[in-house]
Structure formats: structure tokens, C-alpha cells
């Protein structure tokens, strides 16, 4: 079955604090993407990466981390020194199994709060 | 400017009224998808189109129809089928291809009074 779990409804951490956002999936596809978008207030989800299934090396961008592990069917986020603009509601997807389908299967998301 | 566009950003209707969502890029891009989201969940997919005059059905499609006669616009009709249609709907768009990602327009609040 094809499922996303983002385990954590909400977090508050202090301005500067490392926070770390957790993604765990299942799927039966051997290839596959993964995904993470950002919800700030406005509403509009904004992307922010897409990761394959081959590749599980960290991903870095900036402020933000990724780490992939296959072993644990895990792609977890991670926020360095935080700030108040990330507060939001992230997101973790995957798309659906088999072929032809384009659907996005989405967490429920995690609310971060970053408190100044 | 390249984008989406969701209008009305706010909309209020009376129970039993059917209301017409729109949603129109200039991006180029062949998808595009309507989702639901409900408070504390994440998104469901309503409807999506991958090409002109072509559409499928996602999780949620009861009371919900839409249309795809231009490459740039796909409207959703919120029934009065729907049950429980209060909620904030977000439309997105992407190039072909199973595993791109999907971007999104800015939403529309639908509150059924």
C-alpha cells in the first residue's frame, strides 16, 4: 500500500534551534521520487525538493538538509539554525505505484512553529 | 509573469448552490490537478488532467466535475452533492511525466453557509 507518514502534527522550537522533520513511506514501486513542499500562512504550497530512490546521498541547500535512507524507508528534513520564515506547514509525498498514475500521495504535514 | 492563478480567494456560498472554482497558468504545463484540503490533513486529489479534453477521477471525486477544454484552464464545479464542502482548494500544475513535481496555485477558501 502506498502511504506517507509524518508522525509529528507540530513542533515549536527557538529562533536558531536545529529541527528536524520527519518523513517515513511505504511504497512497492523499486523506483520512485520523493518530494517535500512548504504551506506558509498564505496557503500556497511552495516545492522545495525532489529526491530519487537511487541516489541516497544528503542533499544540502543552504539552511536545508536532507537525509534519505532507503534501509528505513525514511527522508527526513532537517533545518539548520532556524528562523522565523520557516514557520510552516511542511509536507512530505510520494507518488503513486504504477505506471501511468501521476497522483501525489501526500503526509498529513507537520506544523512548525519557530518562536523568536 | 509565469505563474497560476486561483480566483476567488475567498468564497462564500449557500448550501445547495452549485459554485465554479477557477484555475488558469501560463506555465505551459500539460497537468493539472484540484485538491482538497481539510484542517489538520494533508491533500487529497479531487480531480486531474493530463491533457486537453482528458480527465480522471482521484481519491475524492463525488460531487465535484471540471473541465479541461483549454491547455491553460481547469475549472472545478463544486456540487450541491457534495457533502461537506467547506474547505481550502489548491490547484496545481506540472510538465507530463510521472515522477515531476506539481506546482501550486495560491488556493481558494470555499466556506458553505
Redesign the interface.
Known sequence: AQK?TQAQ?EISVVEKEDVTLDCVYETRDTT??L?W?KQPP??????LI?R?SFDEQNEISGRYSWNFQKSTSSFNFTITASQVVDSAVY?CAL?YSG??????T????TKLSVIP | DGGITQSPKYLFRKEGQNVTLSCEQNLNHDAMYWYRQDPGQGLRLIYYSQIVNDFQKGDIAEGYSVSREKKESFPLTVTSAQKNPTAFYLCATGTSGRYNEQFFGPGTRLTVL
Request: hydrophobic share 35%; aromatic share 30%; no cysteine.
Open positions: 506517507v502534527t520512485y521520487y518530494f513542499y498564505s496557503g500556497e504550497l511552495v516545492f525532489r530519487n509536507f507518488p505506471a501511468g498514475s501521476y497522483q501525489l501526500f503526509g498529513k504535514g
